[in-house]
Structure formats: structure tokens, C-alpha cells
């Protein structure tokens, strides 16, 4: 696999655009390991198809959180609202100051509830506390630039979006992955982020872990090595081209979506973004 400066790429010229792929991308073609049976390809295609859409109609329907989603995301731009004004960290309405900051009370009780649980947590122990932190993000942020990625005769966009990077020492960055909640993390997720490091930071080590902010626990350190890496990128061009060949078998025939995205419907329905505009869930 070709090596990357970290100099910033410029954007393909080619008339064909490259595919992309993302660890989300990845998660919505195959599950993680115990999550077989509440896998839907439909949500994969209802997630395009109102992204691209061209009704102002459609483009106007919001993308339903599930509160799972939501605590999460609210707990990840708690620690960055921290971190961005740390005096909040030993301030005595510290965890108000923050609260106040993300509006969470005007979110329902169980949301709110627990994102507060959670910043009074991270306020008596700050995990990023006295660390170098080189990336931190609040999670709302736009689509990061595209990493080219180019594996054997195949070359795709691989987005990658950090919710932190420190520097453990002085030649080693650490990759740190917010977590809420009580699954196990998807190691994939540390695979296609340490893939996109060797692009970004060529001259570094690079590890990834996974704090949970509500259980505040961290994973241990993940490695890897060129083959790995291979493989990571070898996969994600492999979905990168599938994805986009179904997206342009879409559009020249659009009454082919059910093939395309096929549903798998179940209980699980009731916790979909989309069950909103999908048939199959309508009687779950």
C-alpha cells in the first residue's frame, strides 16, 4: 500500500469521481459481530436517497435521533464545551455552565437525565485532563476532507472524523473514540481511523482506544502493522465500488431500491431513524 505525506491532498480531477467509503459506510453494509439479526440495508439506502434528494419536500425531513444517539452526541460536545473553556472544569456551576451550553433542557427527561449524569462524571474526573490533545472535536462538525486512498489498482475517498487525537509521547498519538451506553465497540472503527493516521501522520505511531464517558472506562491501546492496514484498505475499496455501483444502478432504475436495500424488519424497527418512511415497519 502506498505511503501519504500528511500534506493536505488536493481534490480528485478525474470527470468520474472516486468512491468513497467511511467506518459508518462499512457498519451499514455488515454489522458488528452480535448484531446480526438487527441489520437493515434498507436504513443504508433511506439515508442516501434523503440526503440526495431533490424535493425540497424530502430534503426538509429531518433524520430522527434515537435517544442512544442523541445522549452520545451531547456527551461528546460536553467534553469538548469543557476542554474550550476549562475553567468550567473547577468552576462550582461548572456542569450548569456546560448544560446551559447545549440547551439540554429543553431535550426530554431520559436525554437530559443522562447527559447531565454524564457531565458531572466527566467534571470530577476529567479524562482528557493535563493531556495534549492535538485534535477535539464537538461532533456536529461538517464533513472532514477526504483522505485519497490508493490499495493495489483501486484508489477511493476514505472519511474519517476524530472525535480526539492526543500525544501520548514524542512520537506516539493516540486516538481517542467517545462511547455512551453499554455495547462493546466495534473495533473496525479503530481499524479504518489508525488507517487513516498512517495517511495523515506518516512519521508517527499511531494507537487508538475507546473511553466510555458514561461508564468511564477505556478500552486497551489498538495496534497495527502494514498488513493489517492492507487489509482495512483492501475492504473499504471493496465497499467503496459496490456502493458506488448501487447508487448508479439506483438512479438509472429507481424501482429497483426493495433489491438494491433490502429490508430486514423486526422489533429493532422501533429504534430506527427511518421507520418513519419505511413500509416494512409500519405493522412492528
Known amino acids: 500500500m502506498e505511503n501519504r505525506s500528511g500534506e493536505q491532498l488536493q481534490p480528485h480531477t478525474s470527470h468520474i469521481p472516486l468512491p468513497f467509503a467511511s467506518y459508518q459506510l462499512w457498519s451499514q453494509f455488515e454489522p458488528a459481530l452480535g448484531w446480526e439479526d438487527t441489520h437493515c440495508q434498507m436504513q443504508r439506502g433511506l439515508r442516501w436517497t434523503q440526503a440526495k434528494s431533490s424535493s425540497p419536500a424530502a430534503q426538509g425531513l429531518p433524520v430522527q435521533e434515537t435517544i442512544w444517539q442523541k445522549v452520545g452526541k451531547l456527551a461528546q460536545q460536553a467534553v469538548y464545551e469543557f476542554h474550550q473553556n476549562p475553567l ?12 446551559d451550553r447545549l440547551y439540554l433542557y429543553y431535550e426530554i427527561a431520559v436525554v437530559r437525565d443522562r447527559t447531565i449524569q454524564i457531565i458531572q462524571q466527566y467534571q470530577a474526573s476529567p479524562f482528557l485532563f493535563g493531556q495534549d490533545i492535538i485534535v477535539l472535536n464537538r461532533g456536529d462538525e461538517r464533513l472532514p476532507q477526504p483522505i485519497e486512498i490508493h490499495v493495489d ?63 468511564m472506562t477505556s478500552s486497551e491501546l489498538i495496534t497495527t502493522n502494514v498488513a493489517s492496514l492492507t487489509e482495512t484498505a483492501t475492504k473499504l475499496a471493496q465497499i467503496a465500488k459496490l456502493h458506488q455501483q448501487q447508487l448508479q444502478d439506483y438512479q438509472l432504475d429507481p424501482t429497483c431500491f426493495d433489491r438494491l436495500f433490502p429490508a430486514h424488519s423486526g422489533s429493532h424497527c422501533r429504534y430506527c431513524q427511518f421507520s418513519y418512511r419505511c413500509d416494512y415497519a409500519a405493522n412492528i
Open 88 to 99: 468550567w472544569l473547577k468552576h462550582p456551576r461548572g456542569c450548569e455552565r456546560v448544560a
Open 153 to 215: 489498482n483501486d484508489s477511493f475517498q476514505l472519511f474519517a472524523a476524530f472525535d480526539c487525537i492526543v500525544q501520548s509521547s514524542n512520537l506516539q498519538l493516540q486516538i481517542i473514540d467517545f462511547k455512551t451506553g453499554g455495547a462493546d465497540p466495534d473495533l473496525r472503527q479503530a481499524e479504518v481511523y489508525l488507517l487513516a493516521c498512517s495517511y495523515l501522520y506518516p512519521d508517527r505511531n499511531v494507537v487508538a482506544s475507546f473511553y466510555n464517558l458514561e461508564t
